[in-house]
């Protein structure tokens, strides 16, 4: 991972800078130095203070920064949460990509925190999803976690998830479990494999069949999910998904889903308001 960190940080400054901060060198020294500040503008959960160190370093590692508020934090309008100092150049060349990755990281950290209050008292977990924005995935359900959400798998390779068109193009329910079964057996691998079903007699047929560790419910109804959670008595995992908003989610945790996914902690979250100012 620190490796291809690297690499995604030398990409976001390729990107970004190209042959030259030319505004920057134009007009200021390369032997002046300063000091800039994290002004936090918006009430939220602040995400990614731990990035933002990793990006400073790398482009300029004499580049002090001092922290006052740590990932995780509830922060409000007017907070500062860092100071850097050093060269003007280097404080000048990184604050925008350090901006677009808290910004967005907090914005996630943030919406998670708000499904995680939500759920208090319930034994739900919010889970994240795979719909991420290419290259950021590992940054985005790292967000998920500092605002207190569960990572669902990171990718295709950390779990068997048979969904629909698996089932569809598998030619059936017990034709995808007993085939994925095989495979894991065939490659030695030990992965969890978790099974969408769309109806009361994919249940039953999942429930005859056996063999995986989590039942997720598509598209359920909370009456149909109250049922489905009943019949599956505690046997596998469950998980809700599909079509769940914040003013419903409470009412599905309720029916005693160990998990509710939420596809919207990541692929439509706001950012959060945030300006790297010279002090």
Not at 70 to 89: C, L, S
Not at 97 to 110: E, K, V
Not at 125 to 148: N, Q, S, W, Y
């Amino acid at each position: 991972m620190t490796n291809d960190f690297d690499q995604l940080i030398a990409l976001w400054f390729a990107e970004d800078i190209g042959d030259g901060d030319h505004t920057t060198l134009s007009c200021i020294p390369a032997t002046a130095v300063g000091k800039s500040q994290l002004i936090i503008k918006e009430n939220g959960v602040i995400a990614g203070v731990e990035v933002a160190r990793k990006i400073f370093k790398a482009f300029d590692p004499e580049l002090k920064m001092t922290v006052f508020i740590t990932d995780g934090e509830e922060v409000k309008y007017g907070d500062i949460a860092f100071v850097v100092e050093g060269k003007i150049q280097s404080l000048l060349q990184t604050e925008r990509l350090m901006l677009n990755i808290m910004q967005r990281m907090s914005g996630i950290a943030t919406r998670t925190k708000q499904y995680v209050k939500l759920l208090e008292g319930t034994k739900t977990h919010v889970l994240d999803t795979r719909k991420t924005t290419p290259g950021l995935r590992l940054l985005e359900k790292e967000a998920v976690k500092i605002g207190g959400g569960v990572n669902h798998r990171i990718g295709l390779y950390d779990m068997i998830l048979l969904k629909d068109n698996h089932v569809d193009f598998a030619g059936g329910i017990d034709k995808a479990i007993v085939r994925a079964k095989e495979y894991l057996k065939e490659k030695g691998k030990d992965l969890k494999i978790e099974i969408e079903v769309r109806n009361f007699d994919e249940i039953d047929q999942v429930m005859k069949i056996g063999g995986v560790n989590r039942i997720m419910l598509d598209n359920f109804s909370v009456e149909n999910t109250r049922k489905a959670v009943e019949i599956i008595g505690g046997k596998y995992e469950t998980e809700s998904s599909g079509g769940i908003t914040f003013d419903t989610l409470r009412s599905y945790a309720e029916c005693g889903v160990d998990f509710i996914s939420v596809g919207a902690l990541t692929h439509s979250v706001k950012s959060l308001d945030m300006s790297f100012k010279a002090v």
